[in-house]
């Protein structure tokens, strides 16, 4: 079992920037393929981007158009998501996601196994 806890949304200005931290329980957080998806109101849950297990692997939606990072650091548990010149079109409850099996950060090869619960982001324009 991992939990997933999720911390770092808020509101921002457009052109703001915000960092996601995702900390995540247990021993073997490195067996993980980790993702970040967003679901805005009335929309569905799109995925953000994906880091494989040691961090070699990344993806990231075209809609990132290289304002996102996503990095993870493995002897913290952590993944983390940084997000530069924010649109109010970023505005979404953030997701953390671990997927165990191919160490796949596309995250197109089966659903995640574990969600966090979401931070919230806000950007204003």
């Known amino acids: 079992q991992v939990q997933l806890v999720e911390s770092g949304g808020g509101l921002v200005q457009a052109g703001g920037s915000l960092r996601l931290s995702c900390a995540a329980s247990?021993?073997?957080?490195?067996?993980?393929?980790m993702g970040w998806f967003r679901q805005a109101p009335g929309k569905e849950r799109e995925f953000v981007a994906g880091?494989?297990?040691?961090?070699?692997?990344?993806t990231l939606a075209d809609f990132v158009e290289g304002r996102f990072t996503i990095s993870r650091d493995n002897a913290k548990n952590t993944v983390y998501l940084q997000m530069n010149f924010l649109k109010p079109e970023d505005t979404a409850v953030y997701y953390c996601?671990?997927?165990?099996?191919?160490?796949?950060?596309?995250?197109?090869?089966?659903?995640?196994?574990?969600w966090g619960r979401g931070t919230a982001v806000t950007v204003s324009s």
């Open positions: 247990g021993r073997t957080f490195s067996s993980y393929a």
């Open positions: 880091i494989s297990r040691y961090g070699v692997s990344v």
């Open positions: 996601a671990a997927k165990s099996g191919p160490n796949d950060s596309t995250f197109r090869s089966g659903p995640a196994n574990y």
